[in-house]
């Protein structure tokens, strides 16, 4: 086992980033379906063979690309308002969804590019099915701008808006089953130029940066899958190594880390690398040749005049980069947290909260949330109302926050929606100070060491005193009795 404390520029490490994140826009990309997919039970599930003429495939790979649809058949489930006759390519697209259009514009802003005069959509030839058309619809909306971190510009090469493919459910003897509500919901693409001279956590933070930047548009979908991140890497010794499929962004160091070593160690080819749950990759397949791109010919450019782009630049969203930096200035957070807070779905009603401890605020939201999530909670079932309600009856002092997990979850688990009827049920009303007063006089010896009385008390009134109230109440009892 080694340790890599060198020099990452010595090493000659070069990081490209290709985001992709989902717009929670109304409808699809090119036709009327929602993009909720929130539909579990499938109404029709189509059956297809795909024959992609020859010449659209290019020459890289053609072999390989016809050897894999032989013999396949693909199967898509088709879901209640949320896919079409247009998802199974049957009727042509509908015009350019211009609130995804305007989105994706406001990315580019955001990113300091330049705006081409029109919007040009192109297919791109894709061949495992996942899109029913054989090829994934795709337009530049950006090119061209960059990012400030830490002082730089990070080059930001290229931003495009994308129809999303199918999800995949499963393989098995050459029957490939995917789920058709995904194709077409709107992907904003982010794509970086060379990242040199980072280390692998500048790396990571950067896209945590590409992340929040496009998430400032408030238009973004929350959740897993909704952020999708490639990479590519190399070293001067290893080879340029595309690595695809990184849906946890706080694994992204670690997995650049271990490229780099593993570029150290073996020869390493030119191949692209598929995540596994641990954090290292493995073989996926040789490098793709550059995409072939032809216009796509059932909708005309979509012109982006003067007047449009000066009216989506005078709403421009505050970037949370700016609101990363005032939640840790203003708040307190540490950074930690207020990354958190940013990248949950509750930026919005922590904001509204007050009279609370930021800190208590965004951690609840944060680690609370995930723990309870984690263990089968159905968070969803706890509304902004509800949160709202919490923070007023702790700002209160009605509950102790040591009561806010069991709350939670029995809000999660119940139809008892208030907050006070929560905590009584629970049994976590807050003690009077005669009555913590009394327990620890119950419990506490006068000559026992503190932190051993602070251990008894708290697992008596666990939730319903808050630590601190303890301590001072404990530190007084044994500064009197002794
Ligand atoms: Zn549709």
Known sequence: MFHLSEDYSKLGLKAGLELHVQLDTGKKLF???????????????VERKLHPVASELGTVDQAAQFEFLKGRTFYYQAFKGESCLVDLDEEPIHPLNSEALTVALQVSLLFNCKIPSEIQVMRKTVIDGSNTSGFQRTAVVGLNGYLEFRGKNVPISQISLEEDACAIIGEEDGRVMYKLNRLGVPLVEVSTGLLVGYTPEEIQEIAYMIGITCRSTGKMKHGIGSIRQDMNVSITKGARVEIKGVQE???????????????????????????????????????????RMYPETDIPPVPVNTKYLAEIKKSLPEPLTKKLQRFEKELK??????????????VEVFEKVKGVEPSIVASTFTNVVKDLERSGVEISNITDENFMDLFNNLAERKIAKEAIPDILRMLAENNTKKISEVAKKLGFTTLTHAELDKIIRETVKPDMPFNKAIGIVMSKVRGKADAQTVIKAVKKFLATSA
């Open 31 to 45: 036709c009327n379906c929602s993009t909720k997919m929130k539909e579990k039970q499938p109404i029709e599930i």
């Open 333 to 346: 957070l540490s950074q930690q947290l207020a990354k958190e807070i940013l990248r949950s779905d509750y």
């Open 249 to 291: 962004l706080g694994i992204m160091a670690k997995i650049v880390e271990g490229e780099v070593k593993r570029q150290m160690i073996e020869k390493a080819k030119e191949e692209t690398r598929t995540v596994l749950p641990d954090g290292n990759t493995k073989y996926m397949r040789p490098l793709p040749g550059a995409s």
